[in-house]
């Protein structure tokens, strides 16, 4: 959203699914008034929705059949003279003049442009990859290749720019999920050529390097998918680095977010390390290291968080609130004295108790526990929105 905005694109449909209330609210409270001004233009929320008949009774199936539903928006008169439609992921991390993007789109006369940047052989089978002729058009297009498909995705990235050593590293290019399609191409693939194809990675894409100008575009700056826990953590922590990669501070192309109005942090006597600590929070006698802590955070006396990204609290309790708590032997929002984390992620209002160790000590990879509040996915323990982590508990 922040990226359109700065980009000086105002026209916005964001197309919602899964859970989607919380992302409803966060997207009426930042991006109508907030300051931000969209003169003709509109954020507009399109949500799954399910209609009588046999099709309606189905969510959205894939990227493209949520555009699929919405398309008559398009041949909608006000919308008549749309010439490009950028579509974009809510799950990436990256700062993107989407201008420069969709100029090298119209230079090109393309159909279709694709962002795409180079990457490592580890993390190569989780993307869509492609390769490209000298002009810059892609003639292929493989959905996460594994072995032998993967191999022959190999590509000299040198031509990019690359040095001969950064090339070695990152022989694969792959598609960002960021594309710009001409609105004519856009309809006929998705209601004449294609119809029942309900992805544009693994479906749609492909089929279109075969009849179409697919264009990339190489983005050079940094680019994360956070569509998974871990991933999702990664990209959190790497964020206290003391020269991160990835900045969200820039005076000219700002990140919007919701206002909420928090006191500054109180901090008594902490030692805190390699930490983001948000707005609002109060911090006793603690040790904070390597760890991202979420607005309205408390940690008690003796607590110590490692490697672990916190998400805070959506409302407070008052100080008389957590002494009743405490004297009835129940657990109040945020951590209690004495308790030892790492490797975790907190979700929002957890209710951490007293003499409570979260360390996974028997690096258990996956585990399923809702009864006892926490998940453990890729060796991280999740603790689960609202759950209450009862004092002296050990995970």
Not at 11 to 22: C, E, H, R, Y
Not at 257 to 280: E, F, Q, V
């Amino acid at each position: 959203m922040s990226n359109c905005i700065n980009s000086g694109i105002n026209k916005i449909f964001v197309l919602t699914q899964f859970n989607s209330a919380s992302l409803n609210r966060h997207l009426a409270r930042t991006y109508y008034g907030n300051g931000i001004n969209f003169g003709d233009g509109f954020v507009e929320v399109l949500a799954a929705t399910q209609t009588s008949g046999e099709a309606g009774k189905k969510w959205f199936q894939g990227t493209a059949d949520a555009v699929r539903q919405f398309i008559w928006l398009f041949e909608d008169a006000k919308n008549r003279d749309v010439e490009n439609i950028l579509i974009l992921c809510g799950d990436h991390l990256y700062r993107m003049d989407y201008m420069e993007f969709l100029q090298s789109h119209v230079d090109n006369n393309a159909d279709i442009t694709i962002s795409c940047v180079p990457v490592d052989n580890s993390r190569a089978s989780d993307y869509g990859l492609v390769k490209m002729d000298g002009r810059g058009r892609i003639v292929q297009f493989a959905e996460k290749p594994k072995g032998a498909d993967l191999k022959a995705m190999q590509t000299d990235t040198t031509l990019l720019g690359l040095s001969p050593q950064e090339a070695m590293k990152s022989p694969y290019i792959a598609s960002m999920g960021v594309y710009v399609f001409r609105t004519d191409v856009l309809l006929k693939l998705l209601r004449w050529r294609y119809p029942t194809s309900n992805d544009f990675g693994s479906e749609i894409i492909p089929a279109a390097v075969m009849e179409y100008d697919v264009q990339a575009y190489i983005f050079k700056d940094y680019w994360e998918d956070i569509g998974t826990i871990r991933s999702f953590y990664e990209a959190n922590l790497a964020l206290t680095e003391e020269f991160p990669r990835f900045e969200f501070y820039d005076p000219k192309t700002p990140f919007y977010t919701s206002p909420r109005y928090l006191p500054p942090t109180k901090i008594d006597k902490c030692r805190i390390k390699d930490a983001i600590i948000s707005h609002g929070c109060f911090l006793r006698e603690c040790s904070v290291q390597h760890s991202i802590v979420g607005e309205r955070s408390r940690l008690d006396y003796g607590v110590e968080l490692q490697d672990t990204v916190m998400l805070g609290a959506d409302y407070y309790q008052t100080e008389p609130e957590i002494a009743s708590l405490l004297a009835e032997g129940k657990v109040p929002i945020g951590i209690g004295r004495n308790s030892k984390i790492r490797n975790c992620i907190i979700d929002k209002n957890a209710k951490i108790g007293k003499d409570v160790v979260i360390v996974n000590k028997d690096g258990v990879e996956e585990a399923d526990r809702p009864e006892e509040g926490f998940y453990i996915r890729s060796g991280l323990t999740i603790i689960m929105e609202k759950a209450t982590i009862a004092d002296g508990t050990v995970i």
